[in-house]
């Protein structure tokens, strides 16, 4: 059974980093991407970043340049360094993955991702 579990949030000022870590079983990570979501209070979930099992990594506007995912694969973790964070990446941060098998691209979430429990990420001007 794939189960992930989110940390590393927390509240930090204008400028600053986080790190988030999220723990995947092995089968996750050798069986499709795992990626980081998030989500604003009255806003959409927005797709941030993701890491397939070749190693190749792909990015939303908003994380490009800033934020880098990364995968530990000897502890089956999947990072998400978080630089230069500006007041509107302030939400709720989820790590998921979908095996390959379902297809699709990796910022589109549909009914076959299966999600962590969510990370709050909090930052002030």
């Known amino acids: 059974q794939v189960q992930l579990v989110d940390s590393g949030g927390g509240s930090v000022r204008a400028g600053g980093s986080l790190r988030l870590s999220c723990a995947a079983s092995?089968?996750?990570?050798?069986?499709?991407?795992v990626a980081w979501f998030r989500q604003a209070p009255g806003k959409e979930r927005e797709a941030v970043a993701a890491?397939?099992?070749?190693?190749?990594?792909f990015y939303g506007n908003s994380a490009r340049g800033r934020f880098t995912i990364s995968r530990d694969i000897a502890v089956n973790t999947v990072h998400l360094q978080m630089n230069s964070l500006k007041v509107e990446d302030t939400g709720m941060y989820y790590c998921?993955?979908?095996?390959?098998?379902?297809?699709?691209?990796?910022?589109?979430?549909?009914?076959?991702?299966?999600w962590g429990q969510g990370t709050q990420v909090t930052v002030s001007s």
């Open positions: 092995v089968y996750a990570m050798n069986r499709g991407f």
């Open positions: 998921t993955t979908r095996d390959g098998r379902y297809g699709g691209t990796w910022s589109v979430a549909d009914g076959n991702n299966i």
């Open positions: 890491v397939y099992p070749s190693g190749n990594t």
